[in-house]
Structures are given as structure tokens and as C-alpha cells.
């Protein structure tokens, strides 16, 4: 009996070792928030801000689809696409285009398979892949697949996995250029803000789908190498704003003003001017660290 309950005690005694030291913690799902969409009414316009007045260096070439136009602009730790849906905008359109911040793209960690099964069972409510082609020497060819994470989606915003196929994972690749980017110096994207009308309802949604991406008191979750999510209280359900980093925001500012591109502004952070950047909350912080 005495050894019975001296193994049963060794047991106890182990598991707790294990717990922790980190054993019973979740495995990561996702690594980096990949890119960041911005849903516009006319993608070229934009893009055209963003690599021509800012210099930015493109991720990928504007293209044209049946159903869709994209390009993407590098912003150091992520990528910035323009979408529209539709065809082109005609040239010369009298209408001033209006964008939004409409999805943050995670780049899963493990085979979406896999991650997608896990996700699954935390709650994220994985919507079915939908996988995207491309005609290449005469045959279709898969570009990348995407997954919706719907429990963490909302009506005006989406949030998905992305995993790129092998080739057009390389071809991104060879595009990447080291910064400082741009005309402003662009080192990175810090943050993008979410408001919620329940904002701690959303944070614990968060936790639970991407643990162990630690989040903080203030509702700011760091996932990887990207940009934080900092989700805040807010009137609507909405990304309202995402955050750049620059190597020096003197010189940022005498760029954007020589532009007219600078929008309110403080001594710690300056706002491109929403009319210039199709009504999108674009703040300019200085580099940290």
C-alpha cells in the first residue's frame, strides 16, 4: 500500500514538474500577421500613393482578375495589399475613391490542415479553403488558399489564414527588399487597432484562437514578428487604424508636408492626411527601441 501511494505521490509530483515547465501550454497556430488588406473602390489609385508619392516598394505587381484587383506594397514586417473588388476603376473617374481596413491575414504556423483542425476545437469557427489559381503555360496553377476564421471576423472586417503555394511563396520572397523603406524611412508596421462595442468579449476570442501570442493588460496582442492586434472600446465593430514605425519622424514629417500628406499631427505621432489616403487612419510613430 505504502509504495502504491508513493508512486501515485511521484506521479502528482511529475505531472506538476511538466505544467510547469510549459508542457500542457498550446502550440502556436500562427506566426505573423502576413499582410493587411485595404478594401478600396479603386486599388490602383492607392497603390499608386503608396509606391509612387511614398516610394514604397511593391510585394507584388498590380494585377488585374475576373473578379478582383490586387497589389501589394512591402512595409517592412508585413505586406499592405490594395483589393478591389470588380473590374479596374475607369480612368478618370470623378468620384473620390473611399478605402477601409478590411482583413488581417495570418500566415499559419503548421500545414492549414492541420492548424485548421486545432482552430477548430479552440473555437475560431474555420470557414471551408478557398483556393485561388492562376493560368501558367496553359494550366492552373494554385497560387494560395485561404481559410476564414469566423469567430474572430466581423461584418465590416474579415480575418483569415493564408498559406502560399511553394512557388509563390518564393517569388514574394525574392521581391523583399530591406529597410528603411520609402521616402518617410518606413522600418515597420506596429500595431492595428480594432474597436469593439465589447472589447474584452473580442480579446478573450483572440487569446483562445491564437495562444500562446501573448495579449496584454491593454488588449494588445504581439503575434510574432508582425504587427500587434490592440483591440480597444469603441463605438462600432470596426479595424479602425493601423500604426507605422519610421527610422526618424522629423524627416517624415518635413516629407509628408512637402507632399501633402501630413494630417494632424504631435510631437510623437503624425497622421497622413485621411483625403490623401482614400479616408484610411494611417499614424506615423517614431521607430522603438
Avoid at 39 to 46: D, E, I, K, S, V
Avoid at 160 to 166: D, G, N, P, T
Avoid at 225 to 248: F, H, N, Q
Amino acid at each position: 500500500m505504502f509504495r502504491r501511494i508513493s508512486v501515485a505521490v511521484a506521479l502528482i509530483a511529475l505531472t506538476a514538474l511538466l505544467a510547469v515547465a510549459g508542457c500542457g501550454s498550446p502550440s502556436p497556430v500562427v506566426k505573423k500577421v502576413d499582410h493587411v488588406t485595404l478594401f478600396t473602390q479603386n486599388a490602383q489609385q492607392l497603390f499608386d500613393v503608396f509606391t509612387g508619392t511614398l516610394g514604397l516598394p511593391p510585394a507584388w505587381p498590380m494585377a488585374n482578375y475576373p473578379e478582383f484587383s490586387t497589389g501589394g506594397v512591402q512595409a517592412g514586417n508585413v505586406n499592405v495589399e490594395t483589393l478591389q473588388a470588380g473590374p479596374p476603376a475607369p480612368a478618370g473617374s470623378a468620384a473620390a475613391p473611399q478605402a477601409n481596413i478590411y482583413g488581417i491575414v495570418l500566415e499559419p504556423d503548421t500545414p492549414l490542415s492541420k492548424v485548421t483542425a486545432e482552430l477548430e476545437t479552440r473555437g475560431a469557427k474555420p470557414g471551408k479553403p478557398t483556393v485561388q489559381t492562376a493560368d501558367v503555360n496553359g494550366k492552373k496553377v494554385t497560387m494560395w488558399t485561404n481559410v476564414t476564421l469566423n469567430a474572430l471576423a466581423r461584418p465590416h472586417y474579415t480575418v483569415y489564414l493564408c498559406q502560399y503555394s511553394a512557388t509563390y511563396a518564393a517569388l514574394l520572397a525574392s521581391h523583399k527588399v530591406s529597410g528603411p523603406l520609402g521616402k518617410i524611412g518606413l522600418t515597420s508596421m506596429r500595431e492595428l487597432v480594432i474597436s469593439s462595442k465589447d472589447p474584452e468579449a473580442a480579446r478573450k476570442q483572440w487569446q483562445t484562437a491564437l495562444a500562446p501570442a501573448p495579449m496584454s493588460s491593454s488588449g494588445v496582442m504581439t503575434i510574432g514578428t508582425g504587427p500587434a492586434v490592440r483591440i480597444v472600446k469603441g463605438t462600432g465593430e470596426d479595424i479602425v487604424s493601423l500604426v507605422l514605425e519610421v527610422e526618424s519622424l522629423p524627416k517624415a514629417r518635413d516629407y509628408l508636408r512637402s507632399k501633402g500628406l501630413l494630417g494632424e499631427s504631435s510631437a510623437s505621432e503624425l497622421r497622413m492626411a485621411p483625403a490623401a489616403v482614400q479616408g484610411l487612419d494611417i499614424r506615423v510613430v517614431a521607430k522603438s527601441g
